[in-house]
Nanobody, 121 residues
Framework: VQLQASGGGLVQAGGSLKLSCATSGRTASTYAITWFRQAPGKEREFVASVSWHVGLTYESDSVKGRFTISRDNTKNMVYLQMNGLKPEDTAVYYC???????????????WGQGTLVTVSS
């Protein structure tokens, strides 16, 4: 499974960005896809996840109500719509694929390269 994240950039507080994660590989659609983020000097943090089968979604408390994860298996794409961005959302955002949805980064088998999101105050 290969993953490629894109869509990061610089945005003012209160603004929006939409991240994309392109997946490829014969079994990519059978994996849960999760967005993590990592700010400088901090550990990698779970943001949101979508299951492979029925598309169940999970968001962390810090982004619930502001971020929405979705997937389009026909296009092999997963998206993270981020609204109401705050300076504390500044981080490198990674998409990852795993056989189960979990908040533990170490349990994910495949990772994209990351895309930087910077939110200015």
């Amino acid at each position: 499974v290969q993953l490629q994240a894109s869509g990061g950039g610089l945005v003012q507080a209160g603004g929006s960005l939409k991240l994309s994660c392109a997946t490829s590989g014969r079994t990519a659609s059978t994996y849960a896809i999760t967005w993590f983020r990592q700010a400088p000097g901090k550990e990698r943090e779970f943001v949101a996840s979508v299951s492979w089968h029925v598309g169940l979604t999970y968001e962390s408390d810090s982004v619930k109500g502001r971020f929405t994860i979705s997937r389009d298996n026909t296009k092999n794409m997963v998206y993270l719509q981020m609204n109401g961005l705050k300076p504390e959302d500044t981080a490198v955002y990674y998409c990852a694929a795993g056989k189960t949805t979990t908040v533990r980064p170490s349990l994910y088998e495949y990772w994209g390269q990351g895309t930087l999101v910077t939110v200015s105050s």
